[in-house]
């Protein structure tokens, strides 16, 4: 890990007494420092921290029009002992590098985006420490973005991008833990093409095909989507933000990375986890008719399932 810091431009005034952290949500709030570095001729440039502020862009930026952007998201978390601690962001960088292969973005080495994206993390973390909650359940979510920063309409990669990291204290994702996710299963549109599409990378227009089905989902009283295959609807992909898995008949399981689900951070250490502990999960083609059956065997739960609604 290089040690070396990068510059620092402090914010004159914190933003922090203006925040209610009993009030958190989602996303909603901002963090007072990012980092922030630029790729221009041919080379990544300028890491820096500076404060959390608007961005200037063209209105020609390719990017606005053609969404060639990638983002990743992990957390930093308060232990009960006092400590900070960062939830394996080098899977997370891993991933991000894969999502900028795939949308075109000259990124750098995988190992030297890890170390830039970690002490990037480490310092914001550092600057920025009384923004880290400490209730039980919340956390200082962490968002790197790379975003394509060239005015042109030409619909190719751009040859200049922006790498931003903000932070943004959080509160859990979903509101209702204790009663658990209620999901709708989707059976007309599809987030990610089966085949050589989109799927596997944290990019905004997998997030884009996802806001109609949403919002349709939460009209009628559901949290999430559960996504299905987009060949033949059939079988489970995964949730919203989330990867899936199911407990049936003792066996615990969850569709496979085939290159159209988001292979999720939490994903792999539940595997792990699982194998540690000498229960293997199995990963394999789940058809939602295979839940369906499954949940109706259930003893008492026939009654709670209106239509293809879990
Ligand atoms: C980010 C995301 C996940 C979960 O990823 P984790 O690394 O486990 O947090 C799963 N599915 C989608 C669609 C996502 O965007």
Redesign the pocket.
């Known amino acids: 890990m290089p040690s070396s810091n990068f510059p620092v431009t402090a914010v004159q005034q914190s933003r922090l007494s203006r925040v209610d952290f009993d009030q958190l949500g989602f996303g909603a709030i901002f963090s007072d420092h990012m980092f922030s570095m630029s790729y221009q001729n041919g080379e990544w440039i300028n890491p820096e921290i500076q404060p959390y502020q608007p961005i200037a862009l063209e209105p020609g930026v390719s990017m606005l029009h053609y969404g060639q952007t990638v983002f990743?998201?992990?957390k930093a978390f308060r232990g009960v002992d006092g400590e900070v601690r960062i939830f394996r962001p080098d899977?997370?960088a891993k991933?991000l590098h894969d999502s900028c292969r795939r949308l075109c973005i000259p990124i750098m080495d995988a190992a030297e985006l890890s170390d830039i994206m970690i002490q990037a993390t480490r310092q914001l973390i550092e600057l920025d420490q009384d923004w880290i909650p400490r209730q039980l359940g919340q956390s200082l979510y962490v968002r790197p973005l790379i975003i394509g920063t060239e005015a042109t309409l030409e619909v190719r990669a751009a040859n200049s991008y922006r790498f931003l990291i903000m932070t943004s204290p959080v509160g859990s994702y979903f509101t209702n833990l204790g009663k658990g996710v209620s999901l709708r299963v989707e059976d007309r549109f599809t987030?990610a093409a089966s085949i050589g599409g989109l799927g596997a990378a944290?990019t905004a227009a997998?997030?884009a095909a996802s806001l109609l089905p949403g919002f349709e989902s939460k009209q009628q009283g559901f949290d999430q989507v559960l996504w299905l295959d987009g060949n033949e609807h059939r079988y489970v992909e995964?949730?919203?933000?989330?990867?899936i898995f199911f407990k049936i008949g003792g066996k615990v399981i969850t569709p496979p990375l085939g290159g159209s689900?988001?292979p999720?951070?939490?994903?792999?250490s539940v595997l792990t986890l699982l194998e540690d502990w000498g229960q293997p999960a199995e990963e394999r083609r789940i058809a939602i008719d295979e839940v369906v059956q499954a949940f109706r065997a259930l003893p008492g739960c026939q009654h709670r399932l209106p239509g293809r609604g879990l």
Do not use: T
């Open positions: 990743d998201g992990y899977m997370n991933r987030r944290k997998n997030y995964e949730v919203g933000a989330m990867n689900i988001l999720g951070v939490v994903r792999n």
